[in-house]
Nanobody
Framework: QVQLVESGGGSVQAGGSLRLSCVCS????????VGWFRQAPGKEREFVAA????????YYADSVKGRFTISRDNGKNTAYLQMNSLKPEDTAVYYC???????????????????WGQGTQVTVFS
């Protein structure tokens, strides 16, 4: 059973930055894509970013492109989401998830991500 634990959430003023971390248990992390998703109150969960197994390929939602950066350190079984220029509309619970595949492809179904963390709250105030 793979377990994922997110950390790094908090409250920040608009324009500020946060760095989320996601530590994954197990020995398949280095062979699986990882994604970040978020869910705001009253809204559906939405894709934020994803990264392939070796970090070469990254994907972003249009709403965060140019502001957020996803990365990973396979030696530490950890994925990161650096969030800069935060906006109030970025407020949500952020989840990391491990895919069943090595790579992520644009439009891939959420069901490709089979293991999920418990989420970390990010609140951006103006």
């Amino acid at each position: 059973q793979v377990q994922l634990v997110e950390s790094g959430g908090g409250s920040v003023q608009a324009g500020g930055s946060l760095r989320l971390s996601c530590v994954c248990s197990g020995d398949i992390f280095e062979n699986r894509a990882v994604g970040w998703f978020r869910q705001a109150p009253g809204k559906e969960r939405e894709f934020v970013a994803a990264i392939g197994y070796n970090g070469e390929n990254t994907y972003y939602a249009d709403s965060v492109k140019g502001r957020f950066t996803i990365s990973r350190d396979n030696g530490k079984n950890t994925a990161y989401l650096q969030m800069n220029s935060l906006k109030p509309e970025d407020t949500a619970v952020y989840y990391c998830a491990q895919s069943n595949w090595r790579e992520y492809y644009t439009g891939a179904p959420v069901s490709d991500f089979v293991s999920w963390g418990q989420g970390t709250q990010v609140t951006v105030f103006s």
